[in-house]
């Protein structure tokens, strides 16, 4: 057994033994909200939004993009849990503001070992055989994270399947702060209709 799955493991043990009454948690999220961000382990959407365990849908992908599936989970989050507000959160400092499409299909196709990035850019240090599978995805690289909020708030607010009632707020942490600081374009284009 590996060391860090001997360490979930353990951990797991310590969280049950205080699990109390969360087996009674609605499915709903109690506070009929969620929020899109990046999975970045620099970020805890539960305390930088005050959160609880039950209180909101958290969904996570690279980047925090809206993507097919980031929009297909936050209509299922409307649609069967009944959140009335969303929030996209992208941040400070974040990988995908570090490749284009281009750099990841190369590297990819190169080998499918772990690549390493210096001064001059992301390089390929395995030994193949890489695939050439990464050109056929949108790896949805950001440029600027303040100008991607807006954009995956746009897109959201725009997609036929969300109501145009839900308000949509466009956020950028700050790794370096903890601090939420508002897009006031994207907060703009999401408001509710």
């Not at 097919?68 to 996209?88: H, M, N, P, Q």
């Not at 100008?147 to 839900?166: G, M, Q």
């Not at 939420?180 to 703009?188: G, M, S």
């Amino acid at each position: 057994m590996s060391q860090i799955l001997s360490e979930v493991l353990a951990a797991n043990t310590r969280y049950v033994e205080s699990f109390g009454d969360k087996a009674t948690l609605p499915m709903p999220p109690v506070r009929r909200f969620a929020i899109l961000t990046c999975m970045d382990a620099r970020m805890d959407p539960a305390k930088f939004a005050g959160l609880a365990e039950g209180d909101a849908h958290i969904i996570r992908n690279a980047g925090g993009r809206a993507s097919d599936d980031a929009i297909r989970s936050l209509v299922i989050s409307y649609k069967l849990s009944g959140t009335r507000e969303w929030f996209v959160i992208h941040h400070t400092g974040c990988s995908m503001l570090t490749f284009s499409d281009e750099v990841m299909r190369d590297l990819l196709t190169q080998s499918l070992e772990t690549a390493v990035r210096d001064e001059t850019g992301w390089h390929d240090v395995g030994n193949g055989p890489g695939s050439p599978e990464g050109h056929f995805v949108n790896w949805l690289p950001i440029q600027d994270a303040a100008a991607s909020v807006t954009e995956d708030v746009l897109r959201i607010r725009t997609h036929p399947l969300v109501p145009k009632r839900i308000p949509i707020y466009g956020y950028v942490y700050d790794v370096a702060s903890g601090r939420l600081i508002e897009v006031p374009e994207a907060t703009e284009v999401g408001k509710a209709l």
